[in-house]
Structures are given as structure tokens and as C-alpha cells.
């Protein structure tokens, strides 16, 4: 009986969104603007929703009488800032590698041909951030970077996280010899199926650009500041 009960209660709750997640794309600010509704989050006083436009993820606010959109940042009596809470633990398993034994955990998004993902990889490795944290790297190379899926492709077809956290270092440095031209065609079809799970994880989380982190609730961290976060 129970168990009936709770499958109502769940099945209820779907209908119940889906209908809410309707109501709200009807609203003539998302039907003017072409804003898509990917889902919507009842955070007490107001709805987050999270949408897109043009291709790019955005926040928006909706009073609970569905009147009013508001743009920007919404905290509660706290200070905490509003966002939808992610289930970050259903990412892991599916990382390209991890690297780290520290409680917190990290989400990482980075592309091997991305300047400022070097950076960060050299600054985490000088800081010894690895030790406070561990963080779980996945790939999203950016269309505009040519070499950016062969040099994945050649990361992922390392054997251990830890020679793919060498491999990426090595790409960082400079050291890698270009190793990994071409390696994109080659790449075994393991590799191929886990570079197309971490784009679908990237889009699933709203990532556009590199590096992208996030915390353990699914809230975006800047990693310039990590170092003296994890002190």
C-alpha cells in the first residue's frame, strides 16, 4: 500500500511540473522573447526557471502568480543566492578522469585547447589544490578550437586518471609533442562514446564556455579563487 501511495505521490509530481513547466512557457515574456523553459524550480516565494535563448543557458525569476519575470540574481533571508539545486553525485562514474583526494568535491569542464584551462590546470598543480579536493574532470571542446577533440581524444585513450591528468598537464606545458594529432579518427569507440557523454553532461549542466566549475550542489565556482577557498 505503501508503495502505491509513494508511486502516486511521484507520478503526481511529474504531471503537476509538467503542467507548471506549460503554464509558465505561455507567458507572453517567453513567448515573445522564444526564451525555451528546460525546467522550473519551486523555490518557496518565487519560481527559478532555467531556460534558453539563441543557445545559451539563462536564469530567470517568476513571481508565483506568473505576472512577473524578473532578470538577474534573487537571495533569500540569508544571503544565499537562489539557484536550482543539482544532483551533482549522478555525475560521477561519468567523468573522463579524477584527480584529487580531498572531501570537497569539484566538477570540471575544460578543453585541452583552451588557454585559460591551461592556466587553471597549471595553477591548481603549483597551489597543490589536488590534495585539499578531488575534482572530476570532463571534456567540452569548443567548436572554434581545431585540435581541441583530437587532443581529448589522445587524453582519453590513456589508460589510468592519472596518466589522463599527466597527458592534459603535459598538453598545459607544452610537453606533449603533439602526440595527439590526428588521434580523434583513431580513438577507439570507448573513447568516441565517453567524449559524447561528457558533451551531453555539459549540456545537461547549461555549460557554454571552458573552464567550467561547479560545486558538490551544482553552483558555479570561480576557479581563480579555488586556491584560497580550499585554504
Request: net charge positive; aromatic share 12%; with cysteine.
Amino acid at each position: 500500500m505503501k508503495k502505491i501511495i509513494l508511486f502516486l505521490m511521484v507520478a503526481s509530481s511529474l504531471v503537476y511540473g509538467k503542467n507548471l513547466q506549460k503554464e509558465i512557457s505561455a507567458m507572453p515574456f517567453f513567448q515573445k522573447t522564444g526564451v525555451k523553459v528546460k525546467k522550473v524550480h519551486n523555490a518557496g516565494s518565487l519560481y527559478i526557471v532555467r531556460g534558453e535563448h539563441s543557445g545559451n543557458p539563462v536564469q530567470l525569476y517568476v513571481t508565483k502568480d506568473k505576472k512577473v519575470v524578473i532578470q538577474g540574481k534573487s537571495y533569500d533571508k540569508d544571503l544565499k543566492e537562489l539557484t536550482i539545486p543539482v544532483n551533482m553525485k549522478k555525475f560521477i562514474g561519468r567523468e573522463a578522469f579524477k584527480i584529487g583526494k580531498g572531501k570537497k568535491k569539484y566538477f570540471v569542464w575544460t578543453d585541452p585547447e583552451c588557454p585559460y584551462c591551461m592556466k587553471m590546470k597549471k595553477l591548481f598543480e603549483k597551489e597543490k589544490v589536488y590534495e585539499k579536493a578531488t575534482f572530476y574532470y570532463f571534456f567540452y571542446p569548443l567548436d572554434f578550437h581545431k585540435n581541441a577533440k583530437d587532443m581529448s581524444a589522445w587524453i582519453l585513450s590513456q589508460k589510468t586518471d592519472k596518466q589522463r591528468s599527466k597527458a592534459l598537464s603535459q598538453i598545459s606545458n607544452g610537453t606533449d609533442g603533439k602526440a595527439w594529432k590526428g588521434y580523434e579518427k583513431k580513438a577507439s569507440r570507448t573513447v568516441k562514446n565517453l567524449m559524447a557523454k561528457n558533451l551531453k553532461d555539459a549540456n545537461e549542466m547549461g555549460v557554454r564556455g571552458t573552464p567550467a566549475v561547479f560545486d558538490i550542489n551544482g553552483k558555479p565556482v570561480s576557479w581563480p579563487d579555488l586556491p584560497n577557498m580550499l585554504k
